[in-house]
């Protein structure tokens, strides 16, 4: 016996033999093939979805929450806004246009975000808003103010100018003077 190593029966102890050819004739007879990552990656980008624009066919009293949400993308990225999003946040948007929809009919939807994006309102900026705006604390002033304008008479000037002058202004008075006793 030399140090370490012990033989027994032609198996040499104390040095680590690889085991990968039993590891495979393992998985083979028990059909457990082994596929590498890189192969399941390949395929899930294969498969990955067009979007879906049925809204364009539809009747806009049979849209669905998510051709509302389509609706709403398209006319954003035709105004020029990139509008960025995800699977979960979709989820979140169309639960909350559902909500829009117990109450408002979809025409009337669609036209909140038409006056939205084009009517030049300058109260909300629409890079920074996303669609849960119509049920947000400004929906009394959108559906206001989009009545207003399916009308023609929307003015863009702010409605309450209480505010317009809350800047002191010092009034000149020469008969006072600080620091000096009379």
């Known amino acids: 016996m030399r140090g370490s190593e012990h033989t027994m029966n032609n198996i040499t102890l104390g ?22 990552a890189k192969k399941v990656l390949i395929k899930k980008k294969q498969v990955q979805k067009q979007p879906q ?15 509302i949400l389509w609706y709403y993308r398209d006319k954003l990225t035709a105004k020029g806004i ?9 989820i979140r948007y169309m639960h909350n246009i559902k909500i829009a929809q117990q109450t408002m009919d979809n ?7 038409d ?5 030049g309102q300058k109260y909300l900026d629409m890079r920074k808003t996303n669609p849960d705006i119509i ?14 304008w399916i009308d023609g008479t929307y ?26 006793w009379e």
């Open 53 to 67: 624009r049925a809204y364009m066919v539809k009747d806009v009293e049979n849209y669905s929450s998510a051709d």
């Open 155 to 180: 003015n863009e000037t702010p409605k309450n100018s209480k505010f317009k002058n809350r800047e002191y202004e010092k009034v000149a008075d020469e008969q006072s003077s600080i620091g000096e």
């Open 135 to 148: 049920i947000s604390g400004w929906a009394n002033r959108i559906i206001a103010d989009t009545q207003d």
């Open 15 to 36: 040095m680590k033999r690889d085991t990968s050819d039993i590891k495979d004739l393992f998985r083979e007879r028990r059909n457990q093939a082994q596929t590498s």
């Open 115 to 119: 006056f939205l994006i084009d009517s």
């Open 107 to 113: 025409e009337f939807i669609l036209k909140m975000y």
């Open 82 to 90: 990139k509008f960025y999003s995800s699977k979960k946040l979709d």
